[in-house]
């Protein structure tokens, strides 16, 4: 990294590969730095095991009302192409549809199936509160950014809670500020531009309206739980290490008090209602120190961003802030809710770069949550609550839960380990399968790691699971279990260190070196029951399009028939338990936009896998939300037009407006969240108004 990047990182990168600006921006570059995990934890396995849990349904409540603020735009209508393999895709029942045929990366616009349209719900800037500031493409405040929907929105949940009224949350997982300010405006305002980023991170909630089920939400300017969660927000920390000398400065001696939440990526909902979300790549907001645990989590020892500049915590070498980087990198909950309620940073789940938080509820009524640190190499953890979740409890009596219980790691033991050659190529047994173990890092409020109190463990866990022996894994990002049957989906989004000099060479749960299009976890926790120590896995997927890779594979489904899928990153489930997936980079490696593809689990059509949609250029496919019963899918439509610059934008989503159309709009993109639904309406008719039946204005794409 070049030393302009202290001021102005990525002005002047106009060469449309977004893969350069998503490292720098998304993790730090990550990919082109040192491997974090140099430890030499070995691959010996051993366990046996299978089965299943289940997830309880989501119990909320309440309604919403308010004057609405609409910012739709209108798209689709236009027939996409369809995919090769043709066929009536899942035609018949609730969101059917034919799959479209994957789209070339610089196309610029939200692709949907034959018969679908879609408009977005809320866009980065738009105005919150009664009181928010407009949006201005050009001129930008703290304020406006504090009181409007967040930059690069990734985890979503749309919460129905009856038919006309709704609940948006979202994370904003980080910026893109060579899209979101102009060059000499950035130049001349440097510190406010850095404030402003620092505002438009965090967490969103936003209440939703709609004429009636089927139909496109709008969210509600100046709704009651509207509020937005910052970079600068007051946090409590609970659990085990809060309080620790590890997690205090001098800002806050007690050790219970940190400011903001970072680079929230994916996340999940709690059975009680609350929401939780995993902070990522906080290692790159902050300047280190260079020592090796700084080391083993990232932490540069030059700025990337910046922020030290504007708030001396970022600095870890400055006196009194060296714990300061301690006190992000948690799981996250809040409670959308209850606006007046303090969020919480629930150290009991460790501490990495978290991506997901998805729960499952034990046979004795435990809550088990699993979770991802996404990293080359890194872990995948479980952490098992001490008290029991009482679904008939008030929600207050639920929202303890997560401060005490037990972490555990994975080790994934391959059946036919000694077959693995890096190629991909299947074993003799026919799968890429075995058992696995959660080995405990903590157990009954104590450290199960030799030399290692409790709150090291937890703030440095990373590193007591290292010790144990955890398996190194392909990037582990989302982590859900389906609903339905209670078997947990790992997406290893790609890992193409995997087998090169000094790394981990493959194995089976790992099977390729050089892994570019990553793969899908199926896991059995055995006896059923979610928290179990020993489980059973497979390989679903091995991702890549079929007709350049010949490692992909479906679950033995026909590979000619399947849409090409790379990068699987974020995991939902429908009604009926089939798997959508969301893809972070295949524009980098098989050429496409990214996309939602829906996967058949069960029966003859187990492993087929059929793309849904694509997002516009540049863009990343976030936070899924299928509502098959309702006939309508969300996603977050993360970092459109990474890549271009405000000055040279590589996208125009979601206005498609050109340069100048209007005084205080941008031209560029605004990462937006994006609602898809039927062009019939609910009573079988075309509507009349372009929402329900009409094919809305075919999106200008500005090029
Ligand atoms: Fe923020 Fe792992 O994606
Ligand atoms: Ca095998
Ligand atoms: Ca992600
Ligand atoms: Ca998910």
Redesign the pocket.
Known sequence: MHKSLKLLPMFGHTNGNRSAATCHY??GNACLGETCNTSDNSYFREIAGAALSRRAALGLGGAAAGAVVVGHVVGGGATPAVADFGGNGSAGGKLAFTPIAPVERTVDTVTVPKGYQWDTVIRWGDPMFKDSPTFDGFVKTVEQAEKSFGYNN?YLNIIAEDDTHGLLVCNH?YTNEEIMFPEDWFKANAAEARKIAIASHGFAVVELVRAGAGKPWSYVKGGKRNRRFTGTTEFKVDGPAAGSKLLKTVADPSGHKVLGTL?N??GGTTPWGTVLSGE??FNQYFVGTGSSVEKRYGIPTTSERGWETVDPRFDLNNEGYANEVNRFGWMVEIDPQDPTSTPVKHTAMGRF?H?AGNISVAKDGRIVVYMGD?ERFDYVYKFISKGKYNPRAARQANKNLLTEGDLYVAKFTGDTEAEIDGSGKLPSDGAFDGTGTWIPLTQNGKSMVAGMSIEEVLVWTRIAADRVGATKMD?P?DIEPNPVTGKIYMAM?NNTQRGTEGKAPADEANPRNKNKDGHILEVTETGDDAAALTFGWNILIVAGDPSKTSSAYFAGYPADKVSPISCP?NVAFDSKGNLWVST?GQPGTIGYCDALHKVTLVGAERGRVEQFLAVPAGAETCGPVIHDLDNMVFVAVQHPGEGGTFAEPISYFPDFKKAGARAGEMAGPRPSVVQVYSLIGKDGKPGKDGKDGKPGALPNTGR
């Open positions: 998304k993790c990734d997982e680079n990526c994916a990522e790549n770069k991506e996404d990037r990002e989004t990153d972070d």
